[in-house]
Nanobody, 126 residues
Framework: QVQLVESGGGLVQLGGSLRLSCAAS????????VAWFRQAPGKERECIAV????????RVADSVKGRFTISTDTAKNTMYLQKSNLAHEKTAIYYC???????????????????WGQGTKVIVSS
């Protein structure tokens, strides 16, 4: 079992930066695939970034490439989503997710993850 707790959401201005954190307890991240998803009001949950050292994967969505970075700190058992230059982002709830048995080709689909954080809301203002 893995428990995930996100933090770092809030109000941010257009062009600003924000770092989201997702702390894990119960298990270590090292064998897990981890990911960030976001869901805007009335929209499908979309994959923003995935990472798995064991599977040799670190990727971000084309829509945020060059502006968002996913990383993990194994000593703190925490994953991060660094968001910069929030020029075109809309308000959304960001979720972190983890799964131990997921295969590489399934990492970008939210339904394939077993463990989820509670979500943290990011409000972009102009």
């Amino acid at each position: 079992q893995v428990q995930l707790v996100e933090s770092g959401g809030g109000l941010v201005q257009l062009g600003g930066s924000l770092r989201l954190s997702c702390a894990a307890s119960g298990r270590t991240f090292s064998d897990y695939a981890v990911a960030w998803f976001r869901q805007a009001p009335g929209k499908e949950r979309e994959c923003i970034a995935v990472m798995s050292r064991r599977r040799g994967v670190t990727r971000v969505a084309d829509s945020v490439k060059g502006r968002f970075t996913i990383s993990t700190d194994t000593a703190k058992n925490t994953m991060y989503l660094q968001k910069s230059n929030l020029a075109h982002e809309k308000t959304a709830i960001y979720y972190c997710a983890a799964d131990r048995g997921i295969v590489r080709s399934s990492m970008f689909v939210w339904k394939n993850y077993d463990y989820w954080g509670q979500g943290t809301k990011v409000i972009v203002s102009s």
